[in-house]
């Protein structure tokens, strides 16, 4: 149960009843529904939607099977025995003619329950045609129709309810049209605004250019991004309309007598018991106040879970451009199980149980799983794996840069120097960045600004995080320019990226990288978009500089072949998790895992030339289709029945680590 759930009771309490644009307000700002069986699963996981989930099922229940659960005929007079107070008989006691409390409230829930469902209900099918339609069309059709929602909302909700309901006379059939009059309007805002958005996505574009029809685009495509705004606003609103159908029963245009509603009871104690037996007042009062409650806090649980609510500090976050970190999002189980620890001795970065999940239309995807990697002082640390196994991922959460959303991390700790990254708050990590850690990408040109000089560039680097003076700066620049050896560097100072060439351009990104003496590079396929020549010229340079500047390094490829004469140590990654680490060495000569093998077997080695190059079978799973055994196991040579049937865990062994259920049988072939 969050704040954020009863401040909206609160407010709803406040002003009864709520407006449907609150309603809906609250929804607005969610995306879509992902598609994952783990919703329900995470959801129960929540104590609060849990209990709130628990009480509306039972209540639900009884209303529909009032007349077998309610001890009494609700409207069953006994005069003698009226106002009596709680009792094993009575347990909520009797009303003002004898009359069970317990059992009104039970039959009560079923005409308030009734009229919230069906207000949505129709409300939300309203909405949908028509806030679909108008959206997905624009144009005049959009103008006319949203100045007729408009003219609707402008109305007071209570006033506008109260003229219908009034036009109409009371009765609970009333009383739905009523309401889902007053809560068309913002429903049908709130369709017709995520419609409109949604229009302009590229993959509408795709369906478009693909031929697609309107009606196709509309179901298939728009619909499954509404579900989710909707789903949540329909959570709220049947609170909303629950405190609406009160208020107008309350009012007299409710059900007619003898039958109960939770506002008729309140207006009957209000009139009758009010000054003579004053609790009369809580019995229907307590019943409502808890339901709405029930469903906002059950509404809350079902945002947060499906990862597209954003608390404010993400939102802060998302426009300052730091990862959110959310560790609270994992069930409390495999939180716990995420070790947070200081990493080994001496490390300079020591990231522990890292994991990265993705929110968006297929679901929240785990893209990084339990990751753990240590680097020590000047030590290079290579990250290989096929490509959409996590590493840019893995490397970006460093540098607290995964997009939030839809990224957040959510577990696991990030220890720089002692401090824990993912503590820290916006400026410290902006102090952090470029100074301490730099990193490097796959492609110069998207990095460097096409509009300003390689000078400017260098200089504002340099300037961004320092006292330094322009002529300091501009001496350091030249020093740095010829570091990366880039030839002429007066020269080079004056031009554009796009006058340099490829090669070039990443010495520029490696100049502009060192320029604070960060004592880690993350260096991100640094070579991959390169032609070979090249590409060993920036190994060498990266090489050079690590002995020369002592700095640590995170190599990050998809290329064994790279790793083997840059770096100490080895990471293997697949789909998300670290299957093997050891020496580059040991690796090289030993693999343990049949991946490793694998890979070790598709690089191209001088005293192969003859062989053909071996293919490991098959793809990388995807981040929302993972099985749950080994992840390697579809593609696995040596795969047994056992290896799929559990998680399998990252060992130690001989010195390294790896993450295979057969490690001990298995004979892998390294590289020659
Ligand atoms: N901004 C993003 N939104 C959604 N998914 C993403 C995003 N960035 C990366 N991913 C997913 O995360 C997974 C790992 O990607 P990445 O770390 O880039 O792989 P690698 O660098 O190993 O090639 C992939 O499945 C990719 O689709
Ligand atoms: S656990 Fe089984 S399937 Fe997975 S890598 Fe090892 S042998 Fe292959
Ligand atoms: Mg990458």
Known sequence: MTIEGTDEVLRYAENIPITPDEAVEAAVEFTALPRRRGVVRRLLRRPGPTIALAYLVVLGLAAVFAPLVAPYDPNELD?????????????????????????????????????????????????????????????????????????????????????????????????????????????????????????????????????????????????????????????????????AEAGLAYLGLGPRPPTASWGSMLRQAYDRALYSEPWQLLVPGIAIAVTIFAFNVFGDGLRDVLGVGRSKKARRSERRGLTTVDRAILPDGAGAAVPRGAGPDGALLAIEGLCVEFVGDRGISRVVEQVSLAIRPGETVGLVGESGSGKTVTSLSVMRLVPSPPGRIVAGSIRFDGRDLLDLSFKDMRAMRGTEISMIFQDPMTSLDPAFTIGSQLLEAQRLHG?????????????????????????RLRQYPHQLSGGLRQ??????????????????????????????????????LQRELGMAILFVTHDLGVIADLCDRVAVMYAGQIIEEASVDDLFAHPLHPYTEGLLGAMPQVGRLEERLAVIRGQVPLPHEMPAGCRFAARCDYALDGCRESAVALIPRDGSLVRCARVEELSLRGAE
């Open 79 to 243: 005069i003698p025995n009226r106002f009596a107070t709680p009792s094993w008989s009575h347990p909520f006691g009797t009303d003002d003619l004898g009359r069970d409390l317990l059992s009104r409230i039970i039959f009560g829930a079923r005409v308030s329950l009734v009229v919230s469902l069906s207000v949505i209900a129709i409300a939300m099918s309203i909405a949908l045609a028509v806030g679909l339609f108008s959206g997905y069309t624009g144009g005049r059709v959009d103008g006319v129709l949203m100045r007729v929602a408009d003219g609707g909302l402008s109305f007071p909700p209570l006033v506008l309810a109260l003229a219908v309901a009034g036009i109409l006379g009371p009765g609970v059939r009333n009383v739905i049209v009523a309401l889902s009059i007053v809560f068309v309007f913002g429903l049908t805002r709130l369709v017709r605004g995520t419609a409109l958005a949604i229009r302009e996505e590229p993959f509408i574009e795709a369906s478009l250019a693909a031929g697609s029809r309107t009606r196709r685009i509309l179901a298939h495509r728009v619909l499954p991004n509404v579900r989710s705004p909707l789903l949540i606003a329909a959570t709220f609103g049947i609170a909303a309309v629950l405190l």
């Open 467 to 491: 006292k330094v003076s322009r002529a300091q700066a501009r001496a350091r620049a030249l020093e740095l320019l010829d570091l990366v050896g880039i030839p002429a560097p007066e020269a």
């Open 507 to 544: 010495r520029v990104m490696i100049a502009i990288a060192l320029a604070n003496e960060p004592k880690l590079l993350i260096a991100d396929e640094p070579t991959t978009a390169l032609d070979v020549t090249v590409q060993a010229q920036i190994l060498d340079l990266l090489r050079r």
